[in-house]
C-alpha cells in the first residue's frame, strides 16, 4: 500500500538520543503507584488520588465513555475495575447465554428441562444484577435511580423471576402458559454502558419516530383512499382471483393488497383480474405505484435521513464536548503554576500516560511527549495536554525487521548473484499479476467438466504453481513476518492452498480405492478453488479502495447488526409464541395428505402451501430468524403473512405489517442512512492535526524514513510486524540499511461514523474554547445553536 496518513517509520536506537528517554524504562506498577513528589517544582504536588482521578477522566475521554462516577479513593479503583475488559467481556458473555437460552426453551431447536433452562437464566440475572450493584457503587446516588437505563435492568429482572415462577408453578400442574418475559432479554443488550453505540441507534429510530409519524399517517391515509375507490371501482363487477376468490370486495382485505403493493412483493398478480377485464384499469394500479411506492417511499427515506443526520450532529457535539471537559477536569487536577500559566509537569504527564495505557513502549511515550513538549520546557502547556486524548488514540506499531534465517546459515548461497535475481523476481510487481493470470485461467478451469481428465490433471498443475509460489516467497521473506499477525492474506492463500491440497488428495485417494467419489469431499474442493479467485481483489486498486473501505466501516456497521439481533429477537419470540406448531414441516419424499398442507388443513389450496413454504415456520429459534429475514427481504412476503393467518386469525396479518414497518421502513432507512454517512465522510476525512504534529514532529527529530522508502503495497523485506505493511523491490543495499527495530506510526482506524464526525468537528472547536458548562453539554438539543462548521455540515 502507498503512504497514507500519519505513516511513518523511525528508527528506535535513533531515540535513545532523546534527552529523556531514561526517565522512562523503569516498569510502571500500573493504577496504584506512588509519586516522587520531590520530582515536582513550582506548585504543590498532586496527590496519588488526583493522577488516578485524572486518569480516569483521561480514558473516558478517549474512549467517548460518558458515565459519571464518585471521586472518592476507593469508588475510583471500583470505577478502574468496572471498565476492565474483563468485566466487560463477562457482561457480553452473560447476555449472550441468555440470549442463547431461547435455543433449548420450548419451542426448542436443542430441548432441554424447563429446570434446567430456568437455573442458566438465574445466574445470568445474578450477574446482571452484580454487574448493576457495581455500577451502583462507582455513581452518584441521585445520577443512577435517575438514570432510567438502570430502571429498566432492574424492572426486566424483577419480570423475568415473576414470569419464571408463575410458569414454572403452572408447568407443574401441566398447565401450559407463555414465557413472556423473552422478549425483554434484549432489554440487557440495550442498557448496560457497554451497549451505548445501540443506544444510540435506537435514540435515531425514537428522535425520528415524530417526524416520520406524519408522513406515515398521510401514506396510510392515501392507501385507505385507493382501498376505497378499489372497492367501488372493482367490488361489484363479479372478478376472481387465480385462486377463485372473490377480487377486492373486502375492504380490508383490499388496504393490506395495496399495501403489499407497494413492497412490489404481489406485482403484477394483483392488478391482473382488473387489467384483463379492463386494460384502462391499469392506470388506476400505476397512477397508485407512482404515488405510494416511488413518492412516499422516497419521502420516508429522506425524512428519515434528514433526521438522522440532525441527531447524530447532536449527539457528535455533546461527545465532543464532553471530551473536552473530562479533558480539562483532568488538566485542572494536576496543574501546577509555572511563571504566569499554568501546566502540568513532565514527570506527572509521562505518569499520567502510563497510568492510562500501561503497556505504552518508552519510545513511544517519549514521542507523545516530545509532541506535547514542543519546546523542551519540561512542562506541557494547557492547550498541548487536551491533545492527550488523541495522542494515546495514534497506534504505534513496532516493526522488528530481521535477517532472512537462509542469510544467517548459509550467507554465500543466499547472497549470491542467482539467489538475488530469484528474489527480485519474487518481489517484482510482473510476479503478482503472473500469478493473477494464473488464477484467472484456474477460474475458467473450475467452470468446466471436472469429469474431464484434462481438467482434473490442471488442477495438480495449478496447486504445484501454487505451492512454487508461496515457497519462493518464503525463500524471499522473512518467514515470521510473512505470518504476522496482521498479514490476512498472506494466511489466507497459505490456508486455502493446503485445505485444498488435503482434500484433493483424499478425493483422488478415495477414487482410486473404492471406485466412486465422496460428494461432500469433492464440494471442499469446489468451494476451496473458488475462494482462491478473492486473491484477485487484492491486485486490483479500485477493487482495494472499495473493500478497504467496506473493511473501514465494517465494526461500525456491527452496531446496526446489534439493533437488528434485538428487533429480530423480540419480534422471533412474539412469533413463536403465537405461530408454534401451527405448520410442519415434512421431508419432501413424505408422500401422506398433511405433507401437501403443511400438517395442517386449513392451508389446503393455499399459495403457502403450493409453494412448499412449509419450513419457513415458528416452531424454533433459528426458523424464526431465518423466516423474519425473508420477511425482509419483502419478496412474497404476502404469502407468508396469508399462510399464518390462515392457520391462525386474519388479525396475524397485522405481526407481519408492523415487523415491515419496524424493520423495512424504519431500520432499513437509517441503515442506508449511515451507510451514505459513512461513505461520505471515509471520503472527506483529511489527517487530523494529531496525526499532522506527530508527522512533523518525527521529521524534526530526524529520526523519520517516509513509509514510500520501505513499502511499496506489498512486503517489507525481512520484517516482522503487529501490522500491515509489507512491502520492498528498492534493492539490497537499501534491505541492508533497514536491519533493525523500526516503528510505524499509523492512525488507528475510527470504528464508528460518530467517531470519525467527531474528529471533524473538535477541529472546529478553538483550543482555548472550554465550551458550555456540563449541565448545558447534557441538555443539548438539535435545535441549539451550535460552532459554524462548513466541513461539519456538508458531511453530517
Known sequence: MGCTAAQLCFRCDSLSSFGRLGASKQPFPGCFLSLDKSS????????????????????????????????????????????????????????????????????????????????????????????????????????????????????????????????????????????????????????????????????????????????????????????????????????????????????????????????????????????????????????????????????????????????????????????RHK???????????????????????????????????????????????????????KMNFLRLADLLNIQVVTINIKRHPLEAWMPRVYQSSASLLVQRMVRHRVFVWVYDVIILVNAIFIALDERNPFISYAEWLFLSLYIIEILLKLYTYEPRSYFGRRQFWNWFDVLILIAALVATVANTTIQSARKYSSQQILD??????????????????????????????????????????????????????????????????????????????????????????????????????????????????????????LVTHQAAKLYFVGFHIVVVILIVNIFIAFILEAFFVAYSLEKSEVETAIEKKIQELGVGIQEEAVQDGKLVDNMDTRDSGFSGDDGDNKRKALKGLYFRIASKKYRTVDALLQQMFESEIAPEDEGPPLDEILNFSPSDICPKNPSFENSA
Open 524 to 645: 471442499i474442493v469446489l468451494i476451496l478453488r473458488i475462494l482462491r479467485l478473492l486473491r484477485v481483489i487484492v491486485s486490483i486498486e479500485r477493487f482495494r479502495v472499495i473493500v478497504t473501505t467496506l473493511i473501514n466501516i465494517g465494526p461500525a456497521m456491527l452496531t446496526f447488526g446489534g439493533l437488528v439481533l434485538v428487533v429480530y429477537y423480540v419480534f422471533a419470540i412474539i412469533g413463536m409464541e403465537a405461530f408454534h406448531s401451527k405448520v410442519q414441516f415434512f421431508d419432501p419424499n413424505f408422500t401422506a395428505p398433511d405433507a401437501l398442507v403443511c400438517g395442517n388443513p386449513a392451508l389446503k389450496d393455499s399459495a403457502f402451501a403450493r409453494n412448499r413454504y412449509c419450513k419457513n415456520n415458528f416452531n424454533d429459534l433459528a426458523s424464526a430468524f431465518i423466516l423474519l429475514m425473508e420477511l425482509t427481504v419483502v419478496n412474497q412476503w404476502h404469502v407468508l403473512a396469508g399462510g399464518f393467518a
Open 40 to 323: 515536582e517544582s513550582g506548585g504543590r504536588a498532586p496527590r496519588e488520588q488526583d493522577l488516578l482521578l485524572a486518569a480516569a477522566y483521561v480514558s473516558d475521554a478517549q474512549y467517548n465513555r460518558n458515565i459519571p462516577f464518585e471521586t472518592s479513593p476507593q469508588a475510583i479503583r471500583l470505577y478502574y475495575f468496572y471498565n476492565h475488559w474483563t468485566m466487560q467481556a463477562a457482561t457480553y458473555f452473560f447476555i449472550c447465554i441468555d440470549l442463547s437460552l431461547a435455543l433449548f426453551e420450548e419451542p426448542a431447536l436443542f430441548p432441554l428441562p424447563f429446570l434446567a433452562t430456568s437455573i442458566v437464566e438465574v445466574l445470568c440475572l445474578t450477574a446482571f444484577l452484580g454487574r448493576l450493584v457495581h455500577f451502583a457503587k462507582v455513581t452518584p446516588q441521585m445520577v443512577f435511580w435517575k438514570d432510567t437505563k438502570n430502571i429498566c435492568i432492574m424492572l426486566t429482572i424483577v419480570l423475568t423471576l415473576i414470569d419464571l415462577i408463575v410458569y414454572g408453578s403452572l408447568e407443574a400442574v401441566n398447565i401450559h402458559s407463555v414465557r413472556w418475559s423473552r422478549a425483554l432479554r434484549p432489554v440487557f443488550l440495550i442498557n448496560f454502558p457497554e451497549s451505548r453505540q445501540i443506544r444510540r441507534a435506537f435514540r435515531s429510530i425514537r428522535n425520528t419516530l415524530p417526524d416520520i409519524l406524519y408522513v406515515f399517517l398521510l401514506f396510510l391515509f392515501s392507501v385507505l383512499m385507493f382501498s376505497l375507490m378499489a372497492l367501488k371501482l372493482f367490488g361489484d363487477r363479479g372478478l376472481k382471483t387465480v385462486e377463485g376468490s372473490p377480487y377486492f370486495t373486502n375492504i380490508l382485505d383490499i388496504a393490506f393488497e395495496l399495501y403489499v403493493l407497494v413492497t412490489t412483493a404481489n406485482s403484477p398478480d394483483v392488478m391482473m383480474p382488473a387489467y384483463d377485464f379492463n386494460g384502462w384499469y391499469s392506470l388506476y394500479f400505476i397512477t397508485y405505484i407512482i404515488i405510494n411506492t416511488y413518492i412516499f417511499m422516497s419521502v420516508f427515506l429522506a425524512v428519515v435521513y434528514n433526521n438522522y443526520r440532525k441527531h447524530l450532529k447532536n449527539e457528535i457535539r455533546k461527545l465532543a464536548y464532553l471530551k
Open 327 to 381: 479533558m480539562i477536569e483532568a488538566f485542572n487536577l494536576l496543574k501546577v503554576q509555572v511563571g504566569t500559566e499554568f501546566v502540568v509537569k513532565e514527570a506527572q504527564w509521562r505518569r499520567l500516560a502510563k497510568v492510562v495505557a500501561p503497556d505504552i513502549s518508552s519510545s513511544h511515550l517519549e514521542l507523545l511527549l516530545r509532541v506535547s513538549d514542543e519546546g523542551q520546557k519540561g512542562h506541557v502547556d
